[in-house]
T-cell receptor, first 113, second 115 residues
Framework: GNSVTQMEGPVTLSEEAFLTINCTYT??????LFWYVQYPGEGLQLLLK?????DKGSNKGFEATYRKETTSFHLEKGSVQVSDSAVYFC????????????FGKGNQVVVIP | EAQVTQNPRYLITVTGKKLTVTCSQN?????MSWYRQDPGLGLRQIYY???????DKGDVPEGYKVSRKEKRNFPLILESPSPNQTSLYFC??????????????FGQGTRLTVV
């Protein structure tokens, strides 16, 4: 079945540092890939998405590229702010057969001033 | 405004007392799903529904029931809640699974405590 794996553990970094959160996936066919963000006390919001290989999703300074050859969708931001502190979830939606939305376990990101 | 609405937002209940968490979406989405979020475990899917009268188990369905009698509503039912069902619950909907550019819309969550 479809699954998503995110790197283990929270991420703590200083303001203006470079952020990378790794995400790899297993899926049949060609899924759509997403990054969702959850700010403290809130529900999940879509951050960015990519629907086919080599697509780059971007929003609010964040980027992720759909890499079919490495089955990855790593999230990056060049200069984080304190307001980027949140939990980030990688997710996929299968396109054929198994159409369930599958999430990774999430990564807590804490940005220190 | 397009949204997914869950009620209640917060609930404290006792073991064994049946409860229902409601979820409603106003976007005419076919696909709806329930998740629970627990520390260190992320989001785990409980049940999902591809369309009216079509429901299926997710990864952690034990102790839960759902129904999909109409497209907009997808209630989550705990017939006999237990303390291990204390969690943060999210309802989500998608236009049509398997179509390009599909994204999920989430409710604001229901924090359930079972004592």
């Amino acid at each position: 079945g479809n699954s998503v794996t995110q790197m283990e553990g929270p991420v703590t970094l200083s303001e203006e540092a470079f952020l990378t959160i790794n995400c790899t996936y297993t899926a049949t066919g060609y899924p759509s890939l997403f990054w969702y963000v959850q700010y403290p006390g809130e529900g999940l919001q879509l951050l960015l998405k990519a629907t086919k290989a080599d697509d780059k999703g971007s929003n609010k300074g964040f980027e992720a590229t759909y890499r079919k050859e490495t089955t990855s969708f790593h999230l990056e931001k060049g200069s984080v702010q304190v307001s980027d502190s949140a939990v980030y979830f990688c997710a996929l939606l299968g396109r054929y057969g198994n159409n369930r939305l599958a999430f990774g376990k999430g990564n807590q990101v804490v940005v220190i001033p | 405004e397009a949204q997914v609405t869950q009620n209640p937002r917060y609930l404290i209940t006792v073991t064994g007392k049946k409860l229902t968490v409601t979820c409603s979406q106003n976007m005419n989405h076919e696909y709806m799903s329930w998740y629970r979020q627990d520390p260190g475990l992320g989001l785990r899917q409980i049940y999902y529904s591809m369309n009216v009268e079509v429901t299926d188990k997710g990864d952690v369905p034990e102790g839960y029931k759902v129904s999909r009698k109409e497209k907009r509503n997808f209630p989550l039912i705990l017939e006999s809640p237990s303390p291990n069902q204390t969690s943060l619950y999210f309802c989500a909907s998608c236009p049509t699974p398997g179509s390009m550019n599909t994204e999920a819309f989430f409710g604001q969550g229901t924090r359930l405590t079972v004592v």
